[in-house]
Nanobody, 115 residues
Framework: QVQLVESGGGLVQPGGSLRLSCTTS????????MAWYRQVPEKEREFVAG???????KYADSVQGRFTISRDNVKNTAYLQMNSLKPEDTAVYYC?????????WGQGTQVTVSS
């Protein structure tokens, strides 16, 4: 049974940093495309960043240059390093794994950027 668990969210001041982690169990992520999405109330979930098995990455324009996605296949964990955070980055952040054509999601972790 595949499970994804996010951690690392919290309250941070504008300009601050956070690192989110997404630990996967039930499969090895070595050949899995991983991604981060975020969602605010009454809005659709939006793509933030993605990384494929070969290491290539892609970012939403709104986070390009501030966020970095990475992966550790030994620890079966994906990360999202978020720097220069802005109030508009406030959202619930979700991790997604594309495993054999199916999407698996974590439960989400809240990130709040506020002074």
């Amino acid at each position: 049974q595949v499970q994804l668990v996010e951690s690392g969210g919290g309250l941070v001041q504008p300009g601050g940093s956070l690192r989110l982690s997404c630990t996967t169990s039930g499969t090895n992520i070595r050949s899995v495309a991983m991604a981060w999405y975020r969602q605010v109330p009454e809005k659709e979930r939006e793509f933030v960043a993605g990384i494929i098995s070969g290491g290539n990455t892609k970012y939403a324009d709104s986070v390009q240059g501030r966020f970095t996605i990475s992966r550790d296949n030994v620890k079966n964990t994906a990360y999202l390093q978020m720097n220069s955070l802005k109030p508009e980055d406030t959202a619930v952040y979700y991790c997604k794994a594309d495993i054999r054509g199916g999407d698996y999601w974590g439960q989400g972790t809240q990130v709040t950027v506020s002074s």
